[in-house]
């Protein structure tokens, strides 16, 4: 148990039950997980009605953790990502029924010319990782990566299950972004919801904002990923299957959709309230009603080939059926990141929700941490 921190931010009485368990969080977390520092934030119909913060945001410098603070999220991000994607249907660009092929001609290689772009979304196209491994540095060179995932033999027949892409999605997808947009993910990202909506998210963090970045505390344990095949080991286990063999700042610095999102909670959750809302942010319009639901709609659903549990994916992000890590409603869908973070929205409650934290843990989904602060939450509406 440690002390507890002065807590910041804004919450109504009614939800007051939100901050006690913030708050327990730090002094008596689940699985002695106390918090290093940590972001709740929730908007209800688009309205950002809690948002907490405590902590401190390097504990060896005693810098707070404050509402300027940014924290990477990791596989968060995929949600991001994936809402970029469901713009560019929006927008005519794709459709999710569209091979990949018709769009990116060498990703057709190898027998994947019939992957459709919601198959791909949907972590069915047998593209976990490479099935050689690679030096780690690659990633730092993506028309490198996209060369080579191109020319790669799906690992399982595509459309027959799904296998989480830990970090290929992001490569996949934001080529897929930028032959149809014309903008990288993260320029897009800036564009069109960072500036105009006051959202701090960034996709390639500038230099000159890294010194805002909380330090994270790594698992103490490793993730459980169940018995461990050749596509387990291509996604999460081979030498080359992460980043790696560069610093920090470059890491940073690079756009990876899939694995560096670097995010406050409120922004995620005013983002994700596109999705809880009917397509609107702060009044606007950004997808209809019609591209939400093919968004968030069962692509597939059945046993992951990589994470172990049996999943309903949408097209990108994580459906909440058989899961009831999102709160209790069927269509809500989010995405958790390494760690522990995670972001969600829930059309039918029109609620949008994100946990960022410091401290991770070796959950792969439902963080204790985060499920705590979400039935408090459900449980005071």
């Known amino acids: 148990m440690t002390d507890l921190p002065e807590i910041h931010g804004v919450c109504p009485a009614p939800l007051s039950a939100v901050k006690d368990a913030f708050a327990q969080n730090f002094v008596d977390a689940p699985e002695g997980l106390?918090?290093?520092a940590a972001r709740f934030s929730v908007c209800i119909e688009g309205e950002l009605v809690v948002d907490l913060w405590a902590g401190a945001a390097d504990p060896r410098s005693g810098v707070a953790f404050d509402a300027r603070t940014l924290t990477p999220v990791y596989s968060t991000g995929k949600a991001v990502m994936s809402l970029l994607i469901a713009q560019c249907v929006e927008r005519g660009l794709m459709t999710y029924d569209q091979t990949v092929a018709s769009l990116w001609p060498a990703y057709g290689q190898a027998g994947k010319d019939a992957v459709t772009v919601a198959q791909l979304m949907s972590h069915q196209d047998g593209?976990?990782?490479?099935?050689?491994?690679?030096?780690?540095?690659?990633?730092?060179?993506?028309?490198?990566?996209?060369?080579?995932?191109?020319?790669?033999?799906?690992?399982?027949?595509?459309?027959?299950?799904?296998?989480y892409h830990p970090i290929t999605i992001g490569y996949l997808a934001g080529e897929l972004f930028r032959l149809t947009d014309g903008r990288s993910m993260g320029m897009a990202l800036k564009q069109d919801f960072a500036e105009p909506f006051g959202l701090d998210l960034w996709l390639g963090l500038p230099e000159a904002e890294h010194g805002r970045v909380a330090t994270m505390k790594k698992p103490a344990k490793a993730v459980d990923l169940g018995p461990i095949d050749a596509v387990k080991k291509a996604a999460f286990l081979d030498k080359g299957s992460a980043p790696g063999g560069r610093g920090s700042a470059e890491w940073r610095t690079m756009e990876i959709p899939s694995a560096n999102l670097h995010a406050t909670a409120p922004g995620l959750a005013r983002i994700m309230g596109v999705l809880a809302n009917d397509g609107l942010l702060d009044g606007k319009a950004i997808l209809s009603a019609a591209v939400v639901d093919q968004a968030i709609k069962e692509r597939i659903h059945g046993r992951d080939r990589v994470l172990p549990f049996d999943l309903s994916w949408a097209a990108g992000f994580t459906r909440n059926a058989g899961l009831g890590i999102f709160?209790?409603?069927?269509?809500?869908?989010?995405?958790?990141?390494?760690?522990?973070?995670?972001?969600?929205?829930?059309?039918?409650?029109?609620?949008?929700?994100?946990?960022?934290?410091?401290?991770?843990?070796?959950?792969?989904?439902?963080?204790?941490?985060?499920?705590?602060?979400?039935?408090?939450?459900?449980?005071?509406?």
């Open 327 to 381: 709160g209790p409603g069927a269509r809500s869908v989010g995405h958790c990141g390494w760690g522990g973070s995670c972001a969600f929205a829930d059309p039918d409650a029109r609620v949008s929700a994100a946990y960022v934290m410091t401290r991770q843990s070796h959950h792969l989904l439902g963080d204790p941490r985060a499920q705590r602060l979400v039935d408090a939450l459900y449980a005071a509406l």
């Open 34 to 36: 106390d918090e290093q």
């Open 127 to 163: 593209l976990p990782g490479f099935d050689t491994e690679m030096d780690p540095t690659i990633w730092f060179d993506p028309p490198a990566v996209l060369a080579r995932l191109a020319a790669q033999a799906p690992m399982w027949p595509p459309g027959t299950a799904s296998g």
